[in-house]
Structures are given as C-alpha cells and as structure tokens.
C-alpha cells in the first residue's frame, strides 16, 4: 500500500545518505589519490567545511592486532596464499571506514577508492593471475553483491578518475618506495591500469582532454547498482 512504501521510504538509509553527496576518487597506484584528497582538504577554508575526506585504511592493513601483522606485505610476499585473504580485510576495512564517516555532516564527502574497484580491478587482477582461485572467487562474490545491496552507503553517487599512464605511476611509486611495493612490476601496474579503463570508461579511446568530464556508463558485470550508471567523471593530469 501506500502506507507501506512511505513507511519504507522512511526508513531508507539510502534516502537520508541523499542530502549529502558522496564520491570516490579512483585510479591505478601511485597515481595520486591521497594527494588530490589532501590539496582538497587543505586547500580553503570554505572548502574544509564543505568536504569530508574519507582516506583508505592502509594503515589498519599494515597494522593488525598486539601483533602488528601486515596483511599488504603478507600478501605481495605470498599474493597465491594471502590474496583472499587480503581482499576479505581490505573490504572489512571499507566498511569500518565508511561507518566511521557515515554521521557527518558536511555536504560533501570524498572517499579514496571503493568497494567496487577492490572487485572490478584488484580481485580481478588477483584472479587472473591464479593468485586467487575458482573457488576464492566463487566465494568473494557469493557475498560481495548481498553485502553491498544491505549498505547503501557503500554505493557512492559518483567516481572521479584519477588518470595517468601506467609508466607514470611506476615512476611515482618507485619514487615514494613504500616498503611492501618493491616488487611491483610496471607489468601489473599495466594490467590495473587496463582494468580501471574498462571499468570506467568502457566505450573510451584515444586522447582527452587535461581534465574532462564525461558519462560513459559503468560496466560492472553482474554486479548490481544501476543507480550509479552514468557518473563517472575523471581528471587527467600530466601523463
Ligand atoms: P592504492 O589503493 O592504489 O593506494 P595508493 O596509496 O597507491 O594511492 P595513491 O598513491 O594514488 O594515493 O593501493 C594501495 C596498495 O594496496 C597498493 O599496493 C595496491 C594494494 N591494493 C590491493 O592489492 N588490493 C586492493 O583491493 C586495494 C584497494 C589495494
């Protein structure tokens, strides 16, 4: 009845995470996320008041329990062994992290990577590299689309797309040197890089502009969400 589907509507998180905006910014390693987000944050005063920045949770994966475990150099050290399991932390952590966040009030809120690129570039990267398994990935995606469809604050109103060549981002990581990535190739980096564009710029090719905006639509396989077809924007920087 009507009744029902006010009373429903009423009790939508998704309806109230409506009166603030929230976007991820994306993009290959290295490529500058954090640092975009920090200029924003820092940039003005009015600025600040407007956006929240949410950081990703590197830090709760390079320090994990009285132990100080490290799940990321776990991983790059033993990615066959530790793949799922660092896939399964990494979107525990999302989650943490989006809770956390999720009772600001500033209209704006601005979150490095998401749920959706941990599936459409990392574990697709890691499972075609047989470094996570048949039935690894049977079992992430056994839980990735019900989990996500019960927290509408996972699902962000748009991405920005932070965009620089493969090249790029190697010579930028090699230059921040941060500990676990030593033996990251540019190859790897090449297969995120092909894996973000097929992601968000599906029917895109060739050059573009220093920064665009465009609406190409989003290709998520069988993952669901069409509510967040159609809004994608990327920034392009010095290649
Ligand atoms: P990024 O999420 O790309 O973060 P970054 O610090 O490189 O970003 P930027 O320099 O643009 O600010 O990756 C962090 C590390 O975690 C990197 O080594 C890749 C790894 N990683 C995975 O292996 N799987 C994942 O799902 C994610 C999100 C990261």
């Given at each position: 009845s009507v009744d029902d589907e006010l009373k429903d509507s009423g009790s939508d998180p998704s309806?109230?995470?409506?009166?603030?905006?929230?976007?991820?910014?994306?993009?290959?390693?290295?490529?500058?996320?954090?640092?975009?987000?920090?200029?924003?944050?820092?940039?003005?005063?009015?600025?600040?008041?407007?956006?929240?920045?949410?950081?990703?949770?590197?830090?709760?994966?390079?320090?994990?329990?009285?132990?100080?475990?490290?799940?990321?150099?776990?991983?790059?050290?033993?990615?066959?062994?530790?793949?799922?399991?660092?896939?399964?932390?990494?979107?525990?952590?999302?989650?943490?992290?989006?809770?956390?966040?999720?009772?600001?009030v500033k209209p704006l809120r601005l979150m490095e990577r998401s749920v959706f690129s941990d599936r459409?570039?990392?574990?697709?990267?890691?499972?075609?590299?047989?470094?996570?398994?048949?039935?690894?990935?049977?079992?992430?995606?056994?839980?990735?689309?019900?989990?996500?469809?019960?927290?509408p604050g996972l699902v962000p109103d748009g991405f920005i797309y932070l965009r620089a060549s493969p090249d790029t981002c190697h010579k930028r990581m090699m230059l921040r040197k941060r500990a676990e990535e030593g033996g990251v190739s540019l190859k790897y980096l090449q297969d995120l890089h092909e894996k973000h564009e097929s992601w968000l710029l599906p029917f895109e090719s060739g050059d573009h502009g220093v920064l665009s905006v465009s609406k190409p639509s989003l290709h998520m396989d069988n993952t669901l969400h069409p509510d967040i077809k159609d809004r994608v924007f990327y920034l392009e920087g010095n290649h």
């Open positions: 309806l109230n995470a409506k009166k603030r905006l929230t976007f991820c910014v994306e993009g290959n390693i290295s490529v500058g996320k954090s640092t975009f987000l920090q200029r924003i944050a820092n940039e003005t005063i009015e600025l600040r008041d407007l956006v929240e920045i949410v950081p990703e949770p590197v830090a709760k994966w390079q320090d994990i329990g009285p132990d100080h475990f490290n799940i990321l150099d776990a991983f790059y050290s033993e990615p066959q062994r530790y793949a799922y399991t660092f896939q399964n932390y990494v979107f525990v952590t999302r989650l943490m992290q989006e809770k956390e966040s999720a009772s600001g459409m570039v990392f574990v697709r990267a890691v499972h075609e590299a047989k470094w996570m398994s048949e039935m690894e990935i049977s079992i992430y995606d056994s839980w990735f689309d019900p989990v996500v469809s019960a927290l």
